[in-house]
């Protein structure tokens, strides 16, 4: 059968989507090159001295260039599946930092309950930010019949006034701030923001610019972080579920995020 | 292109410049773009001119005390966005420009301006929506202001249509919204930094922009691309194509309600999307293309790729005669947006666009590059309605072509055996100009290079030359039409925006 039937069975081509950069070793031995130099982003930071922190990588700046696989594939590899977006800006830093899953754990609590009423079904407004064009191309994806998300009760709609999740692509042109404002406001309560893609993550490689804010979380609250340069269709998808609290309860790493 | 044919002539000012233009569009050249570059000795403004087998440049000196210069619009109608886009970067004014209303960039005029080419500039610039004018055209006449947030899953644009009820008497188009700053973003950067933002620059034509790049950064460095690597450029060129054209036949399946076609074409793009990501990894060809040539092999052997490659050709084909054979979808189709020959070759009109109102100057014919030189081409006979349904037309004739292309890669990759991927390209100083076709058209990188740093990139996209015949397509069509015109045309607000 042509449609794919993700969430409920895997899907061979969703395992096998290539989501950012992660960290395989964050003590890598002899590490005395500068890691962090390796990323045109500076999405790697690499904590020298006492503290052993080691190596880290901020997925929410990772622009999927494979510069940081490629040179040490020892240190680094791609994260795989579906399971990218994150409930908070910081989650996308990868290997978590041991304090705070409580955290996480509070703003996952609240995330569900306020999107209790859209379980179900879930309308979807789109705002284009100031992208280089993909996402979009990623996010009409969900539309064809192989993803066909309409089976999931997901739904495009034309008016914020119809529209529960507000999806914005790009890295937050400054000629957008106040359309993307005033798409916001309209929409009724509860309303969640997917910032999708790094560019609206962080402002990915168009930042820094004289036109660009940075990513959209300074023109709206952002509650879903999708990095991805584009993200995969799964991967929108998945953010999506995440959104609304169907994804069935994970345990493990990444389940907090 | 060799630094050498550069006009060496620095014109004193622009009128020289002008002339030499008019010269050599008189002589058969076409005008291929404007653009400037802040320069310590005064405002640059480079001209790229397209003749048989080379892009060439000839520039002229604006005085960095002068407040303006004479237009070059009213004499060559095709520089009428190049013009205002050079304003909004440089605060300079093209005196006698027809319509000097800010592009790219709405500011008050004592503004400071980006200023490409001069090193550092300001943090921020705010679009101002003021300094955009509000043309009151006429009693009874509405303007419908369409965008930038637009229904559907789309870039952002604002339309604004002029009309007494049902015809479209006018079109204004703003393309500021989106704007991202990327000539001075490239500005500072290395060369292998570089292509990474030409891959974002028009994202859905990442494989062409970043073959552009490369081929300005290979006449620096003077690197030849070794011949198992043109193939594998030539191949994700021609699946990028494919799915491009796809995309158009989705959109304009869907704005005629067609829900079979739509889901269909859907299916086969996302066929196409998903033969590159497991070829390369991204389902947009990004990370393969590098300077000096390719960074690995397909993932997929030459063997599977001709079947896949055999299996979609067949579905696509089938599809596109039961859509072409649908006769309330060409009705929608038939003598809508129509570009008259005339018109699409004084504007150079590029890309299918160009080709479906019989003007075709296709790179990979007239200016070849990597793998094109020794593969079968095969294009089709020209098409002359320039109506919205042979520009669909064009399209299904370059997919025709695309597989054929794309059969001879996989066999020639099967021949090829094992040989180096990437030819050494260390490029420190210098400047050029590379070239490839996009789906959309050709797309121009006028690249300088000092000390190892970009001092200027500047990309010239086909979606930005060919959007402003928007204005020029709407006689006798009304407002139900616009979505088939806008499809049809088949561009990235990104690749126009930057």
């Known amino acids: ?257 | 292109m060799s630094a050498d044919r550069i006009s060496s002539r620095l014109a004193d000012d622009a009128t020289a410049l002008w002339a030499e233009l008019a010269g050599a569009v008189a002589a058969g050249q076409r005008f291929a773009g404007l653009f400037g570059t802040a320069r310590p000795e005064g405002l640059v403004l480079s001209a790229h001119l397209a003749g048989a087998g080379d892009i060439t440049v000839a520039e002229g000196i604006v005085p960095s005390a002068a407040a303006g210069y004479p237009a070059l619009t009213p004499q060559l109608g095709a520089a009428f966005w190049y013009e205002r886009e050079i304003a909004d970067m440089f605060g300079v004014i093209p005196e006698g420009h027809p319509r000097p209303e800010p592009l790219l960039l709405p500011q008050p005029a004592a503004a400071p301006r980006p200023m490409p080419g001069e090193p550092g500039g300001p943090a921020a610039i705010e679009p101002d929506p003021r300094a955009l004018s509000l043309h009151v055209v006429g009693p009874g006449l509405f303007t419908i202001p369409h965008g930038p947030v637009r229904s559907g899953v789309v870039e952002s644009i604002e339309y604004l249509v002029e009309t007494p009820g049902e015809d479209i008497p006018h079109l204004n188009m703003r393309v500021f919204y989106k704007h991202r700053g990327l000539d001075k973003r490239f500005e500072g950067m290395t060369p292998a930094d570089g292509i990474l933002l030409a891959e974002r620059v028009e994202g859905t034509a990442a494989v062409a922009h970043a073959l552009a790049y490369c081929h300005a950064l290979e006449h620096i460095g003077g690197a030849a691309v070794p011949w198992t690597a043109a193939l594998v450029r030539a191949l994700h060129a021609e699946l990028e194509r494919l799915a491009c054209h796809l995309d158009v036949a989705v959109r304009l399946a869907d704005g005629a309600g067609l829900a079979v076609a739509t889901a269909r074409f859907g299916w086969h793009k996302e066929r196409v999307l998903r033969l590159v990501s497991r070829a390369c990894g991204s389902r947009f060809g990004r990370g393969v293309v590098v300077p000096g040539g390719v960074s690995r092999l397909p993932l997929i052997g030459p063997g599977e790729l001709l079947s896949e490659i055999g299996r979609l050709e067949k579905a696509v084909t089938a599809d596109v005669a039961a859509l072409m054979g649908t006769a309330s979808f060409l009705d929608r189709l038939r003598r809508t947006g129509p570009l008259s020959p005339e018109r699409a070759r004084k504007h150079g009109a590029l890309g299918p666009v160009g080709k479906a109102s019989g003007y075709s100057d296709d790179a990979r014919e007239h200016r070849p590059y990597d793998a094109y030189p020794s593969l079968g081409l095969r294009q089709p006979a020209p098409r002359l309605a320039g109506d919205a349904l042979d520009r669909l037309r064009v399209r299904w004739d370059e997919v025709s072509q695309s597989f054929h292309l794309l059969r001879q890669v996989a066999d020639e990759l099967a021949e090829a055996g094992d040989g180096p991927l990437q030819a050494d390209c260390t490029a420190a100083d210098g400047r050029a100009v590379g070239w490839a076709e996009a789906p959309q058209g050709e797309v121009l990188y006028d690249l300088r290079l000092e000390h190892a740093r970009i001092t200027r990139c500047h990309p010239r996209s086909a979606s930005f030359h060919n959007l402003v015949l928007m204005h020029e397509l709407f006689a006798g069509d009304i407002l139900t039409d616009f979505p088939f015109i806008e499809a049809s045309l088949g561009l990235s607000v990104a690749g126009v925006a930057r």
Not at chain 1, 122 to 128: A, C, S
Not at chain 1, 225 to 232: F, I, Y
């Open chain 1, 1 to 257: 059968m042509l449609t794919t039937r993700w969430p409920a069975r895997p899907d061979p081509y969703a395992a096998a989507g290539r989501g950012p950069a992660t960290v395989l070793d964050p003590h890598p031995a002899g590490a005395g090159e500068r890691l962090d130099r390796l990323c045109p982003t500076g999405a790697i930071s690499q904590a020298d001295g006492a503290s052993n922190a080691g190596v880290r990588l901020d997925q929410g700046k990772c622009v999927q260039c494979g510069r940081c696989v490629a040179a040490r594939p020892d240190v680094f590899g791609w994260a795989q599946g579906p399971a990218v977006a994150a409930r908070s800006r910081e989650a996308l830093v990868v290997p978590e930092v041991p304090e705070t899953p409580e955290r996480l754990a509070a703003i996952r609590d609240r995330l569900r309950a306020r999107t209790a009423a859209l379980r179900r079904s879930v309308h979807l407004r789109h705002v284009d930010a100031g992208s280089d064009g993909t996402e979009e191309w990623e996010i009409l994806a969900l539309l064809n019949p192989v993803y066909d998300v309409h089976r999931l009760g997901i739904f495009l709609t034309a008016s914020p006034r119809h529209a529960d999740i507000l999806l914005v692509t790009g890295a937050g042109a400054r000629g957008m701030a106040e359309p993307l404002r005033r798409t916001y406001d309209a929409m009724p309560e509860p309303k969640i923001v997917i910032a999708v893609g790094t560019d609206a993550v962080s402002g990915g490689l168009a930042s820094p610019s004289y036109a660009v804010a940075g990513g959209i979380s300074g023109i709206v609250p952002v509650d879903i972080w999708l990095p991805g340069s584009p993200p995969t269709p799964f991967s929108i998808l998945h953010a999506v579920l995440l959104a609304i609290g169907r994804l069935p309860a994970t345990s493990g790493e990444g389940a907090w995020r």
